[in-house]
């Protein structure tokens, strides 16, 4: 059964640090598209940064651009979202999402191509 669990969220104040995690389980890492995507309430989920597991190309959402870093450790099957710098509207619950592809390329951020997503780890930030 595959299967997605997310850590490493908490309360920060802004200009501060989190490192999200989501360690997958039940199939083979390699050749995913894996995604970190965020809500917060009344809005939509939307896609913050993705990589591609077999090549390691990354995607990010402009309004994180330069303040996060998505990466991965193939060995452990865990997808990281270092995230710096931030501000109040980081705000959200933060997803980790993937699915099965050769490629992520433009579907990245579009939400219902993903299968497998995790439970969420909420991320507040006070100013």
């Known amino acids: 059964q595959v299967q997605l669990v997310e850590s490493g969220g908490g309360s920060v104040q802004a200009g501060g640090s989190l490192r999200l995690s989501c360690a997958a389980s039940?199939?083979?890492?390699?050749?995913?598209?894996m995604a970190w995507f965020r809500q917060a309430p009344g809005k939509e989920r939307e896609g913050v940064a993705a990589i591609y597991t077999g090549g390691g190309s990354t995607y990010y959402a402009d309004s994180v651009k330069g303040r996060f870093t998505i990466s991965q450790d193939n060995a452990k099957n865990t997808l990281y979202l270092q995230m710096n710098s931030l501000k109040p509207e980081d705000t959200a619950m933060y997803y980790c999402?993937?699915?099965?592809?050769?490629?992520?390329?433009?579907?990245?951020?579009?939400?219902?191509?993903?299968?497998?997503w995790g439970q969420g780890t909420q991320v507040t930030i006070s100013s």
């Open positions: 999402a993937a699915y099965l592809g050769p490629r992520c390329g433009a579907l990245w951020r579009i939400v219902g191509v993903y299968n497998t």
């Open positions: 039940g199939y083979t890492y390699s050749g995913y598209c």
